[in-house]
């Protein structure tokens, strides 16, 4: 079973940038299409960006020209570059593979200021 842990979230002001970071222990991981959700209180846990193994990537729509996915298979990390921030963004951010078949991780908490 794999163990995820994120990290790189923070406090930013509206229009700032963050770099999440998710390492991946235990699993074949660069033969999985990876994915990042993120949910915020009261809400349900949406998906955000996914990646395949061939390095594919689509975004949420609300997302797309701000946010990059990416993956290092070698270091087992996929990473989630988030620019232009938006108090909407505000939510726990989480990895998984695209059919979340792994256990979740502790999440990042990512909080936006306007």
């Known amino acids: 079973q794999a163990q995820l842990v994120e990290s790189g979230g923070g406090l930013v002001q509206a229009g700032g940038s963050l770099r999440l970071s998710c390492a991946a222990s235990?699993?074949?991981?660069?033969?999985?299409?990876l994915a990042w959700y993120r949910q915020a209180p009261g809400k349900q846990r949406e998906l955000v960006a996914d990646?395949?193994?061939?390095?594919?990537?689509n975004y949420l729509d609300s997302v797309k020209g701000r946010f990059t996915i990416s993956r290092d298979n070698a270091k087992s990390t996929v990473y989630l570059q988030m620019d232009s921030l938006k108090p909407e963004d505000t939510a726990v951010y989480y990895c998984?593979?695209?059919?979340?078949?792994?256990?979740w991780g502790q999440g990042t908490q990512v909080t936006v200021s306007s």
């Open positions: 998984n593979t695209r059919r979340a078949i792994w256990s």
């Open positions: 235990g699993t074949f991981f660069s033969i999985n299409h």
């Open positions: 990646i395949t193994r061939g390095y594919s990537t």
